[in-house]
């Protein structure tokens, strides 16, 4: 009977440590494994949610599939949708008469940071400041990585990585405050003042197919 329980307690205690520990290694190189998981993986979904401080709700959905890229943009009450098929794009915003028009330029609204894992990666690489461990915590239903970051990097923002606790090493989700710190990455975005969470997710995605009813778009005089 003693045996028995000590085995409960034992069995009790390691659960209990289990989901309530860290990995060994470092936040900086977990991270860093994290981010070369994200630039490889090849299907790739990131949710961007955001309120301005004047409290206007915003939000970025992109997928990623190895057929292309479908971005759906939503700023107040209006949205702006992109599909971008190997060197070829198309939207459809208030600016196309919310019509799909092929794009002259790949950028969605200035910035082609979240239309693909390796560039996503190699911003937050770039744009992250000083990492420290917060522990286990929960983020989008999972008991997750904290990993805080100060937001000193060029365009940072000071908030909370998730990161998954078994390799690979994934990032789960990010939370923070804006605005982004000084010099930006090119091609990055700077995030403006306000709230900002990122939830990705690497399962498979659903195909990407090129918009129908395409209108022409006009061209610029020489």
């Known amino acids: 009977m003693v045996v028995a329980l000590s085995v409960v307690l034992i069995v009790t205690l390691f659960a209990a440590c289990s989901s309530s520990s860290v990995p060994s290694v470092s936040p900086t190189n977990a991270f860093d494994s994290a981010l070369s998981t994200m630039a490889t993986t090849q299907d790739f979904h990131v949710l961007v949610q955001s ?51 092929e794009m002259l330029d790949l ?17 937050i690489r770039t744009e992250h400041g000083r990492l420290r461990s917060l522990g286990v915590r929960s983020f989008a239903r999972q008991r997750l990585w904290a990993i805080a970051d100060d937001g000193s990097g060029p365009g940072g923002i000071k908030g909370t990585w998730y990161l ?6 994934r990032i789960i989700g990010f939370t923070g405050t804006g605005p982004a710190g000084p010099h930006p990455p090119p091609d990055c975005g700077a995030a403006g003042p306000g709230s900002i969470e990122r939830l990705y997710s690497y399962e498979a995605a659903p195909p990407v197919t090129v918009p129908v009813d395409v209108a022409v778009p006009p061209t610029t005089p020489s």
Do not use: F, K, M
């Not at 971005?71 to 196309?96: D, Y």
């Not at 950028?107 to 911003?123: I, Q």
């Open 51 to 101: 309120h301005t401080d004047g409290g206007v709700p915003e939000s970025t959905d992109v997928i990623e599939s190895l057929e292309g890229v479908h971005l759906h943009a939503v700023s107040g009450g209006s949205q702006t949708e992109a599909v971008i098929v190997g060197n070829r794009g198309w939207e459809r915003s208030p600016s196309t008469g919310d019509r799909w028009t």
């Open 164 to 169: 998954s606790r078994t390799t690979p090493y």
């Open 107 to 123: 950028r969605v609204n200035g910035t082609r940071h979240e239309l693909n894992p390796d560039a996503e990666s190699t911003c």
